[in-house]
């Protein structure tokens, strides 16, 4: 399929390691972003148009395990948590920002259909 991209290629092409980009496919994959083949001809494709697809629920998928604060994740050993007044403030933060990525797609941040594929390919031959 044209929308299929190799995971060895998105690795390659910014810079990070396979095993790191794998384990984000799987996460893109169990929350249904995309789809994953394996397989000589596999990769990663968008399972929805990218006009449907939230930046804001996509990185919420993705940054659930990593709180903006100790506090807000399972280990609770910061010292001043019982009297801290950030917590709240901080709460609110987050979720405004992730509420205003709600407000964009996909297909928002990417441009013009064909426009991004194609800088990322010049990208990529001049990488090589």
Same mark, same amino acid.
């Given at each position: 399929a044209p929308? =299929?991209?190799? #995971?060895? %290629?998105?690795?390659k092409l910014f810079q990070i390691s396979e095993n790191h980009l794998s384990k984000i496919a799987t996460? *893109? #994959?169990r929350e249904e972003f995309v789809i994953s083949e394996r397989g000589r001809n596999?990769? *990663?494709?968008? =399972?929805?148009?990218?006009? #449907?697809? &939230?930046?804001?629920?996509?990185? =919420? &998928?993705?940054?659930? @395990? !990593?709180?903006?604060? %100790?506090c807000f994740g399972g280990n609770k050993t910061c010292l001043i948590l019982p009297v801290c007044g950030l917590r709240g403030p901080l709460? @609110? !933060?987050?979720?405004?920002f992730f509420a205003t990525l709600d407000g964009y797609s996909l297909? @928002?941040?990417?441009?013009? =259909?064909?426009?991004?594929a194609a800088m990322l390919r010049i990208e990529a031959d001049t990488a090589q």
């Open positions: 929308d =299929r991209v190799a #995971t060895s %290629e998105i690795a996460q *893109l #994959t596999g990769g *990663l494709t968008l =399972r929805h148009p990218a006009e #449907t697809i &939230s930046v804001g629920a996509v990185l =919420r &998928s993705l940054k659930k @395990d !990593a709180p903006v604060a %100790e709460a @609110d !933060a987050q979720e405004a297909a @928002d941040v990417l441009g013009p =259909r064909g426009t991004m």
